[in-house]
Every structure is written in C-alpha cells, then in structure tokens.
C-alpha cells in the first residue's frame, strides 16, 4: 500500500531480539519482539539489554498505515481475539544485518511481505492503543461489500464439432 492512499497512520517503535543460534551455520537469530507507541527519539539499533544468549535492541520507527479498502481484513484480524501486528525486517549488508522494513495490521499485507524469501516477518501483539484506533478507523470507513458470482452460460456442445459439408463456406 502507498502511504498517499493511507486515510490514518500511527508511529510506531519496534524492538526486535537477538539469540545465538543453534547451529553452526547461523551465528544468530533475529526476529521483532515487540511495538512500541510513537516514535522513540532512541537512535536506531540501540541496544536495551539482555545477556550471553538473547540480547534486545530497538529497530528503529516507522508508520502503521490504516487503508479504506483494507477494513474487512483488519475486522478479521480484530475477531481472532488477539489481533497482531506484523513486522517485517529486511536484510541489508551491513551490521546488524536487519533494516525495519513494514509494519501492518492487514493480515494479507504481513502474508505477502513473506513472498520475497528473504524478510523477517513475525507477528507481535497489538498495543491497546492501536487497537483501538482501528476499531475506530473500521466503524468509520468500513463498507459492507457483496459478492457478485457470475453466472455460467450453458456452452453450445456443437460449436466445435464437425460441420456438415454443406455448411462449410
């Protein structure tokens, strides 16, 4: 989605945890732990704390775009019961080797961020805060839409048959 079609945003912070990895070909792993509200003056890649196997960082920021034509995805995130955010971060060549890439409250956004093979995406709890302002964001742009199923026509089973020689032109 495009942020000049996003009708509400809300920064966001992420913190994102790194642990040793179990093998001997990755040294560690990565994955986003948790979302802040706002956008925390921390620098990027701060580190928070942790000890010998899991160590936290903050990611850095970035916005959660609320879209109109979005609304029956996030209600079906809501009804779960504990609805999600899903944070994507994207390797770069670089220490550390993560960039925040996306952060989505659209469950078919966070599925489709996975597409690439390469990203990070986990889904972490949703603030309260964020919950309530799509809960908010849905009762005011949400629209009811119908689906429309085509009707068949019957095919004609003759149309490809043989013709008779007195047909043919």
């Known amino acids: 989605m495009s942020a ?6 809300i920064a966001v912070g992420v913190i994102v945890e790194r642990s040793k990895g179990m093998s001997e070909w990755t040294e560690y792993l990565w994955r986003p732990v948790d979302v802040l509200i706002g956008a925390p003056v ?19 920021s970035t916005q959660i775009e609320f879209h ?16 999600q955010l899903w944070v994507a971060l994207r390797p770069v060549d670089s220490n550390p080797p993560y960039e925040l890439f996306a952060v989505t409250a659209d469950p078919a956004e ?14 972490v709890a949703m603030p309260e805060v964020v919950e309530a302002a799509l809960t908010g964001f849905i009762a005011e742009h949400h629209v009811e839409r119908t689906v429309y199923k085509r009707k068949r026509e019957r095919g004609n089973p003759e149309a490809l048959g043989r013709r008779p020689p007195e047909n043919r032109k």
């Open 4 to 9: 000049d079609t996003a009708l509400q945003t």
């Open 68 to 83: 109109r034509t979005e609304t029956a995805n996030y209600r079906s995130n809501l009804a779960t019961g504990k609805p």
């Open 110 to 123: 966070g599925e489709a961020l996975t597409e690439s093979g390469n990203n990070i995406v986990e889904p």
């Open 42 to 60: 921390t620098p990027s890649w701060t580190k928070l704390g942790g000890d010998d196997e899991r160590t936290r960082f903050y990611c850095g």
